[in-house]
């Protein structure tokens, strides 16, 4: 069985900084394509950060670009998002989630259903 669990998220005032953490069991993260989402209330998943398997290429979402980072610790199977001068608009449920997809390291995954497990989300909200 598949677990990924994110923690990290909270209460940040604008400009300040925030490192989520995924840990996973059941799937090691260093043979899968990793993604971040995130999502407010009424709006779809958009697509965040990824970290490309194989290659471990990194992407990142036009409006985090240059403000976020992900990175993988193979020895605790856990992918990190630094979140730094974050904004107000960057408010939202974060999920990290895992694909197993073979294009995911060609191409990269940047849509919601090309991801097979998902983990339940963390609160990030960013006070103005």
């Known amino acids: 069985q598949v677990l990924l669990v994110e923690s990290g998220g909270g209460l940040v005032q604008a400009g300040g900084s925030l490192t989520l953490s995924c840990a996973a069991s059941g799937v090691s993260f260093s043979s899968v394509t990793v993604g971040w989402f995130r999502q407010v209330p009424g709006k779809e998943h958009e697509f965040v950060a990824m970290?490309?398997?194989?290659?471990?290429?990194?992407h990142y979402g036009e409006s985090v670009k240059g403000r976020f980072t992900v990175s993988r610790d193979n020895a605790k199977n856990t992918v990190f998002l630094q979140m730094n001068s974050l904004k107000f608009e960057d408010t939202a449920v974060y999920y990290c989630a895992a694909s197993g997809r073979a294009d995911c390291s060609v191409t990269g995954c940047y849509e919601r259903r090309l991801y097979d497990y998902w983990g339940q989300g963390t609160q990030v909200t960013v006070s103005s």
């Open positions: 970290l490309r398997w194989r290659t471990s290429m990194t």
